[in-house]
């Protein structure tokens, strides 16, 4: 299980990426790895930061930050 956050592009933007009525497409891409696609809403062009944060049933946390631009209503996130 992930917790997806969304922050950016201001300070007082944030998503939560994970509702009760998302279903994250999980494709098992090699041994430990995963590929995890998720449908948003439409963001606004800016610079934004997404958190993804996991436990294991031992208790030990994992959190990854990956930071990406969204420079017009064409661009992809990447």
Known sequence: MVLWELYGPGEEDYLFLQAKA??????QIGPGE?????????????????????????GRSTVVWHEFRIDDGNSAAR
């Open 22 to 27: 998302m279903r994250p497409q999980v494709r």
């Open 34 to 58: 995963a590929e995890v696609t998720i449908e948003m809403p439409p963001i606004e062009p800016g610079a934004y930061r997404l958190r993804a944060a996991t436990v294991d049933v031992a």
